[in-house]
């Protein structure tokens, strides 16, 4: 793979930050005849002055990515398949306009729009007391709002590779704080030309000397033109059960998706997936009613042993959406996962990498083949499915 371009547009070291910026087929003769470009603009008026899109087009597959909402992924469509969803937030929200604290901690929902969206680093999941070692040294009870810090960063780092089969956008966020946790995100988002799929590579290093913790989870969520009502989930799943009393009650079609449903209130259902031997890699697939379009995600089970699937088909004006979410843990209170031994501690200067592709699977041929794949990844489990919460996975 040759190296044909590399351009820095952000870097906070050196106080650089290129606001417009395009590069396409006509100017780099590259792609094998795709119709690919790259543009980075900056969007204006309301709640997302000021947000920084790097759009990407492979020729086939092109994605928004927002670095100044962490590096997460707007929207994207490949073909005549949307993938992400629409939000009642409309445009991308400006961190400098969310207050993660408001609403009991809720927040982090004013800006939640993104077709994947990053949940972490130190923390994620549900709000909730927890406690950290504050500058005196002293133990303290802290309160920690849904799904962390990480969407709501603005990379300080970004820059753009193309080689003679790939597009790369490459970016660094950092979490950090005096007395607290210093979390370094390196990511890299690859395509190649005329792909449906991008992989998504992630690093994350604890710059500090202490050790600290750190959790993450990928919302990856889906509208039309996937989900619609008999839409459906397939995952090789050796154990399911309700996150709670309200999810109980769907257990029965836990894998089927509803219309829009006016009134609808969000069932999310906790998951241990089995996947290759050896590898460890697994496979989940969100289709269509009929099979002719679905998105087929895959990584590896150590990066991910967590699975949640999470629908929330509600009215369409409400947020009609379902997500697959692989994770380090499960998205309870992080004080609940560390009991349960799903925080992970990163010691000074450790890096822990992970990587996830998704595909977009637009004949009734490519899916079939993903779902044969995937029964046979679960030949060798004995799926269990409980009907109600068990205290593995949730309070």
Not at 99 to 115: A, Q, R, S
Not at 195 to 205: F, M, Q
Not at 290 to 296: H, N, P, V
Request: net charge neutral; with cysteine.
């Amino acid at each position: 793979m040759a190296n044909l371009l590399t351009e820095i547009l952000t870097d906070a070291d050196a106080n650089i930050g290129i606001g417009e910026y395009g590069l396409d087929a006509s100017v780099l003769k590259v792609g094998n005849g795709a119709d690919w470009s790259v543009h980075k603009f900056t969007l204006r008026g309301g709640q997302q002055e000021g947000v920084e899109v790097v759009w990407i087009d492979n020729g086939n597959l092109s994605f928004a990515i927002l670095p100044t909402r962490g590096m997460g992924i707007w929207k994207a469509r490949c073909g005549e398949i949307n993938l992400g969803w629409d939000s009642p937030v409309k445009d991308p929200v400006h961190p400098a306009f969310i207050n993660p604290l408001e609403l009991g901690g809720l927040g982090w929902l004013k800006g939640f729009n993104e077709w994947i969206v990053r949940c972490g680093l130190s923390s994620m999941g549900a709000p909730g007391n927890d406690r950290m070692v504050d500058n005196n040294g002293n133990t303290s009870e802290i309160f920690l709002p849904l799904h962390g810090n990480i969407a709501n960063i603005p990379a300080r780092k970004l820059s753009l590779e193309v080689t003679d089969s790939e597009i790369i956008v490459r970016g660094e966020v950092l979490e950090s704080m005096l007395f607290g946790p210093a979390l370094l995100l390196t990511t890299e988002i690859r395509t190649g030309f005329g792909s449906g799929a991008l992989t998504i590579n992630d690093t994350v290093t604890n710059i500090g000397r202490n050790p600290t913790e750190h959790q993450l989870l990928y919302h990856i969520n889906y509208g039309g033109s996937i989900l619609q009502k008999d839409a459906k989930l397939v995952a090789p799943y050796k154990e399911v059960a309700p996150r709670d009393a309200r999810a109980a009650e769907g257990i029965k079609s836990f894998a089927d998706c509803e219309g829009p449903t006016a009134g609808f209130v969000e069932q999310v259902y906790f998951m241990e997936l089995a996947g290759k031997r050896g590898s460890g890699e697994t496979a989940t697939l969100l289709r269509n009613a009929e099979g002719s379009e679905g998105s087929l995600l895959r990584y590896k089970l150590k990066d991910f042993p967590c699975f949640s699937f999470w629908k929330n088909t509600a009215a369409l004006e409400d947020g009609y959406v379902a997500g697959m979410e692989p994770a380090t843990g499960f998205p309870n209170a992080r004080n609940f996962e560390r009991e349960k031994g799903r925080v992970l501690t990163l010691k000074g200067g450790q890096s822990r990498a992970t990587s996830i592709t998704i595909e977009t699977l637009n004949t009734k041929k490519a899916v079939r083949a993903a779902e044969v794949e995937i029964r046979a990844l679960q030949k060798g489990a004995k799926p269990k499915v409980h009907s109600q919460p068990i205290a593995k996975f949730s309070p």
